[in-house]
């Protein structure tokens, strides 16, 4: 019903679960610096403290905050900062 899942020497942690829709995540971040693959496309929405991303292709970090989501697309992969600690709601699609 539930997958927890830790990255990052336990840094990030998150629980996966089935929604309607599809698979989702929520998780938190420690401060630091962190990169992630897709497998499917993310909607990642911040729900507290913030993150700056980098997206496949760019070389510019964008700042998300509470209540702020991003999409990245499937087999790629992007970079998140969080400048404090930070929660997030992850739906793959």
Not at 13 to 41: C, H, P, Q, R, W
Not at 43 to 62: I, R
């Amino acid at each position: 019903m539930f997958n927890v899942n830790e990255y990052f020497d336990g840094n990030v942690k998150s629980l996966g679960f089935n929604t309607s829709e599809g698979n989702a995540s929520i998780g938190v971040m420690a401060t630091g610096e962190y990169e992630f693959g897709t497998d499917t496309v993310e909607f990642m929405t911040v729900t507290s403290g913030k993150l700056a991303v980098q997206l496949p292709g760019s070389d510019q970090w964008k700042d998300f905050e509470q209540g702020e989501t991003f999409t990245v697309d499937a087999k790629v992969k992007f970079t998140v900062k969080a400048e404090e600690p930070t929660s997030y709601l992850c739906l793959y699609r």
